[in-house]
């Protein structure tokens, strides 16, 4: 069976603010003395270029 995936769009505000938000807590688990390697993951995937829908048009 395979695992749903989820496709969530974000502005430039709300990605910024996740990645703060990711970035903050990683430095919480560091100090801390606790793994980050869930956190390392999702910056990595948020760290890849975002799919943008286009519109095409074709003419002629």
């Known amino acids: ?5 989820y496709h969530i769009y ?14 903050f807590k990683k430095n919480e688990l560091t100090a801390t003395g606790h793994y ?4 390392d993951e999702l910056l990595i995937k948020l760290s ?6 286009v ?3 074709c003419t002629g």
């Open 10 to 23: 974000l502005t430039a505000e709300e990605y910024r603010k996740i990645v703060e938000a990711l970035v």
């Open 36 to 39: 980050t390697d869930a956190v």
């Open 55 to 57: 519109k095409v048009v």
């Open 48 to 53: 890849r270029p975002r799919i943008r829908n």
């Open 1 to 5: 069976m395979r695992k749903t995936k």
